[in-house]
């Protein structure tokens, strides 16, 4: 939704779409998400942010006598021909005294605890299926859809709707060449292990996984609605988008992901998008309080338009570098 194609369970949703990448590999529903919610992500130096001529992704900048903030829109989900990476970005991710990024993503524990609230709040109860929720018209498309990315619509029934919306986008990425392994978060979790670096997370799995799984039901088959529609429709747009955002072209990238997220409709938007960006332009504001430099890689849906976490910390009094 958020992005074309089922992008929007991806990129909204940010760990889980990330663990979403991994699992489908694997069979059933707690399997499913096992990798990087929510939903890219998308989303140091004293240079400013770099220009969408300098072909690499948008980051912003924000800095005071004491503390250096920058922010990188990520993409969750990536093609691993896709090249991203720049000078500015290693730059600002090199000197970076601490890394933030939406939710942890790897390890033991944090696998058991996914796979557990997975059986918990992505399943249907005893004796209701997924199709069993659908109109018959919507039951055939959630078939064709499923078929059209390599899925057996069968290994659906026992997943609740937004469960299955995130399964079939992962599926429909994963189609196109894209997987969670080479998506920023990933690349750059790795490579801040590699070098010793301290990491923070605004958010937990157990969060990420409940800003879907606590939609009113309507609103949640509305979701897997749109996801169904963007599939079938709008796949096309995908690599559009991934090139848009590659080059940093924030303002026609912003106008894509507004569009879709106004079908997906205000619930889920205010869900899986402003409830979070305030959250995250506040927990900045106590970054700016301190001091250091400080690295932030969330998801690029988080950054665009008036409700963008730029946007409200230049509300704040910040004089944010950047698109």
């Not at 026992?158 to 399964?167: D, E, S």
Request: contains cysteine; aromatic residues 6%; charged residues 25%.
């Amino acid at each position: 939704m958020y992005r074309s194609g089922g992008r929007g369970a991806i990129e909204g949703a940010g760990a889980l779409a990330a663990l979403g990448g991994r699992g489908r590999r694997r069979h059933g529903p707690a399997m499913i998400v096992l990798r990087a919610l929510v939903l890219a992500a998308v989303f140091l130096v004293s240079a400013c942010a770099p220009k969408p001529e300098t072909g690499g992704p948008a980051m912003w900048r924000l800095a005071d006598a004491d503390s250096e903030i920058w922010i990188l829109g990520t993409v969750h989900v990536l093609p691993r021909s896709l090249k991203w990476r720049n000078a500015a970005i290693d730059d600002a991710f090199r000197r970076a005294d601490i890394v933030w990024f939406e939710a942890a993503t790897d390890g033991e524990d944090v696998t058991r605890e996914i796979g557990a609230l997975v059986q918990r709040v992505g399943v249907n109860p005893p004796g209701v299926t997924l199709s069993s929720l659908l109109a018959p018209a919507e039951k055939a498309r959630l078939d064709s859809v499923a078929r059209s990315v390599g899925l057996d619509p069968r290994g659906l029934e026992g997943a609740r709707p937004w469960l299955a919306a995130l399964q079939l986008s992962v599926a429909m990425l994963a189609r196109e060449g894209a997987e969670a392994g080479s998506g920023v978060e990933s690349v750059l979790e790795a490579e801040a292990a590699r070098l010793g670096k301290k990491v923070a997370y605004f958010e937990t799995a157990a969060e990420q996984m409940h800003f879907l799984a606590d939609l009113p039901p309507e609103v949640e088959k509305r979701f897997l609605l749109v996801t169904l529609r963007q599939i079938e429709e709008d796949a096309d747009k995908t690599a559009v988008m991934d090139d848009l955002w590659a080059s940093g072209r924030v303002e026609e990238l912003g106008r894509l992901l507004a569009d879709m997220m106004d079908e997906a409709g205000p619930e889920v938007a205010d869900a899986i998008i402003h409830r979070r960006n305030a959250a995250w332009a506040a927990r900045i504001d106590e970054m700016m309080k301190g001091e250091g430099r400080v690295f932030v890689a969330v998801g690029t849906a988080h950054l665009t338009g008036p409700r963008g976490v730029p946007a409200l910390l230049r509300a704040k009094g910040y004089a944010v570098e950047g698109p």
